[in-house]
């Protein structure tokens, strides 16, 4: 009988630690952090504010520079990167799903969709066609021509969604996407979250308050005073059944 292969590792993280600040008025945001993260699945790191949930997502997105440690994602190290290999890094292997939607409020639906790729050399023509893939996947098929203004905070959110999986990034990096959202419409887009990650082997890292959506995880970080405490399936984390 053949064996079912392991997941293969997207991030890596061993002994990660980041301060602001100098002297008396610094900070340790990271004190040592160790994670993994696979394809495939969806993590929620979890932990009150000020816990360094959203430093670690920018250091694993190659925003932000680490103090010490190792932090290796899809095998490499974004500290061994220039400036525009960075940035090249971001447009091409990660996806981003802010919590204030970041859309551009002038341009339409499918407008916002197609803008990374036609940043990275996509043909116009190709694409708004897969803009518009995208788009129907998320449920706006009917409403490309909307812009921003004209959408509710979930369409806006499913509109940010589909930007950050169009250009098929192997990861996707989620800074408290339901926070906005009641409970309903936040667990849709977490649920949509979670097919795409499951449907395209993509790994999916979602930084959250929100205890409501803990059953839509595979696994559950829980993180405080900077360091990742430990790792959970959802239901062992206090999610709902």
């Known amino acids: 009988m053949s064996q079912i292969p392991p997941p293969k590792e997207v991030v890596r993280c061993r002994g990660v630690t980041k301060s602001f600040g100098a002297g008396a008025a610094t900070v340790a945001a990271l004190r040592g952090v160790d994670l993994d993260v696979f394809d495939g699945e969806l993590l929620l790191l979890v932990g009150p504010s000020g816990c360094g949930k959203t430093t670690l997502l920018s250091i694993i997105g190659a925003m932000l520079g680490r103090d010490a440690g190792d932090c290796a ?5 974004p500290a061994d990167m220039g400036r525009s290999e960075r940035a090249r890094f971001r447009g091409e292997s990660l996806g981003f799903v802010f919590q204030g939607f970041n859309l551009l409020p002038t341009l339409t639906a499918q407008e916002n969709v197609a803008v990374p790729l036609l940043i990275g050399g996509t043909p116009r023509r190709v694409a708004f066609e897969h803009a518009k893939e995208l ?3 998320v449920g706006l098929g009917d409403r490309l021509e909307a812009r921003p203004s004209e959408l509710s905070g979930g369409q806006q959110q499913r509109v940010a969604i589909a930007r950050a999986l169009a250009r098929s990034p192997r990861l996707v990096l989620c800074d408290e996407p339901t926070s906005s959202l009641d409970h309903e419409t936040g667990a849709e887009m977490v649920d949509l979250l979670r097919r795409a ?3 395209s082997g993509r790994a999916l890292i979602v930084a959250t ?3 409501r959506i803990f059953s839509y995880a595979d696994r559950v970080a829980r993180m ?3 360091r990742v405490l430990e790792v959970t399936p959802p239901a062992a984390a206090g999610g709902a059944p």
Request: without cysteine.
């Open 73 to 77: 994602v899809m095998g490499r190290d």
């Open 209 to 211: 308050h929100d205890t």
């Open 197 to 199: 990650a499951r449907t």
């Open 135 to 137: 788009l129907d996947v």
């Open 224 to 226: 405080e005073d900077g």
